[in-house]
């Protein structure tokens, strides 16, 4: 199922981007065209539908840059989520408890332990 939603996630988003390119190019063809009417026509309505039409085909330029953005975010998030489980353990005891577990060590057998005690030098502390 989710490598269903995976497929059509991406089909729409390389159809969005494939309508996204279509529009651009004819956008500019047509820009072509409407600057040789206006520049035929020399009348201030023809230079405001090329300006109206130089604006569509930006703005269609801008969705396409968002879609490009949406989708790297899309995936990003879905990244996130199959990261893991982070655990985080705390051992509470002393240090000759954490070695004797680690060690798998009896109570009894202390031989290879090492317990460090630290005494603070009174002298030294002002």
Do not use: C, W
Request: charged residues 35%; hydrophobic residues 30%; proline residues 1%.
């Amino acid at each position: 199922m989710a490598d269903e939603k995976e497929e059509n996630v991406e089909n729409d988003f390389e159809y969005s981007k494939r309508t996204y390119y279509d529009l651009i190019e004819k956008g500019q063809g047509a820009i072509d065209d409407m600057v040789d009417v206006a520049r035929n026509l020399e009348h201030p309505r023809a230079y405001e539908v090329l300006s109206g039409m130089i604006k569509n085909v930006s703005d269609v330029n801008d969705k396409l840059m968002d879609l490009n953005k949406k989708k790297k975010d899309y995936y990003q998030k879905n990244m996130k989520t199959v990261e893991g489980t982070t655990n985080n353990n705390l051992f509470v005891g002393s240090t000759t408890e954490l070695q004797r577990m680690l060690q798998n060590m009896d109570d009894t057998d202390t031989s290879n332990v090492v317990d460090i005690n630290v005494k603070k030098d009174e002298s030294n502390s002002e």
